[in-house]
């Protein structure tokens, strides 16, 4: 497919087990495009909702665009290729119509450094459920309680549409897959729009802050 859809399903800790449900919902529901990685550990799994929803003749795979990632540890030339097979292998499909850079910055090869990572990364995640500061309101809220149309996650999509950003929202649960795409049907005001960019704190999210000593780190400069 050429063109990006706007909604797209995020697959990152969608279970395995869960995950290939979830993804038949979501083309049922009329989502058409997936975000997937190696490093999710799912692919097969979503691969398989795919696959699924591909034999029903619900979809064809030119209606799909479908995006996977290389692992940090793939950065060399010679590992692109077979990091990309493994991914297609592991979707069981033949192609992919976008191929990212997961992170910016490369990790060492070999291998042992892809188990190591992630191990690290994920205890570090354990210990840290919050690791970064959110600005929180008096009632803990990150987003303050008095604004009163942020009720929804439909107004939070809608708002990044608005400002021409694809959106790629993760869920396994039915209801929430189904209400995450209902954005296509009402507009935000320029005020809602507005109210929402006011609560810009100028901070990212993702930090992944175990690398923030890497000689190529991007976020120390300013954002
Ligand atoms: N390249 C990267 O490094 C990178 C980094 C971050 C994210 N991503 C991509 O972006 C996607 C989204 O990431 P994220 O960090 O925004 O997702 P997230 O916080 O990991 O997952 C969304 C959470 O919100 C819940 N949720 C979803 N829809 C909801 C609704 N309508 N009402 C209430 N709760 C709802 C989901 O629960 P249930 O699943 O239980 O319904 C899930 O717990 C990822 O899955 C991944 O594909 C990429």
Redo the contacts with the bound molecule.
């Keep these: 497919m050429e063109d990006i859809p706007t909604v797209g399903?995020?697959?990152?800790?969608?279970a395995p087990g869960k995950v290939t449900e979830?993804v038949k919902v979501t083309i049922d529901a009329g989502y058409r495009h997936f975000?997937?990685?190696y490093f999710?550990h799912n692919e097969h799994e979503v691969g398989a909702g795919i696959r699924h929803k591909i034999r029903e003749g619900v979809v064809r795979r030119e209606d799909l665009f479908i995006a996977s990632?290389l692992w940090c540890t793939w950065y060399t030339k010679p590992l692109v290729r077979i990091a990309c097979c493994r991914s297609l292998k592991a979707l069981k499909l033949k192609y992919l119509d976008l191929y990212?850079m997961?992170?910016p910055m490369g990790f060492k090869s070999p291998h042992t450094a892809w188990i190591m990572i992630p191990s690290k990364l994920l205890s570090f995640c354990f210990s840290h459920p919050r690791a970064y500061d959110l600005p929180l309101d008096c009632t803990n809220m990150v987003i303050p309680s008095d604004t009163d149309f942020l009720d929804?996650?439909?107004i939070l999509i809608r708002f990044q549409i608005q400002r021409n950003v694809i959106v790629?929202?993760?869920?396994?649960?039915p209801s929430?897959?189904k209400?995450?795409i209902q954005v296509f049907d009402f507009e935000l005001t320029q005020h809602n729009m507005d109210s929402i960019l006011s609560l810009d704190r100028n901070l990212r999210?993702?930090t992944?802050p175990i690398t923030k000593n890497h000689k190529d780190y991007p976020f120390h400069i300013e954002y």
Aim: glycine letters at 4%.
């Design positions: 399903l995020g697959t990152w800790k969608a979830a975000d997937c990685a999710y990632k990212l997961h992170w929804t996650w439909e790629i929202p993760k869920s396994i649960t929430r897959i209400e995450n999210l993702a992944f």
